[in-house]
């Protein structure tokens, strides 16, 4: 059974993610937004592959896959039988 593991980097973003918005919009945005990621990522539970191909992340020859959800980019490789989280970014940023 496929399983969704988030790496300790991406799991610092989200935490990170949530902060901003609870000081910038609300406790309440905050939930929503993390609430609305964590959504996003259980398609992949069933559908693995369902993300688009991570282009600047070619080079590394791991198959990084990525969803959208709102403002965010969810990086993702499948590793084994379980798909690892790898980053998390507000898509109006620079990836650098």
Do not use: C
Not at 5 to 24: G, N, Q
Not at 36 to 63: R, V
């Amino acid at each position: 059974m496929i399983k969704i593991i988030w790496s300790d980097f991406a799991s610092k973003t989200l935490a990170e993610i949530f902060e901003y918005h609870k000081d910038v919009a609300g406790k309440n945005v905050a939930h929503k937004i993390k609430a609305n990621i964590f959504s996003s990522t259980k398609q992949l539970l069933k559908y693995p592959q369902s993300g688009q191909i991570e282009e600047s992340l070619i080079i590394l020859n791991e198959g990084h896959r990525y969803l959208v959800s709102g403002n965010y980019k969810i990086v993702y490789k499948k590793v084994n039988e379980s798909i690892l989280i790898t980053d998390i970014f507000d898509s109006r940023q620079d990836p650098i």
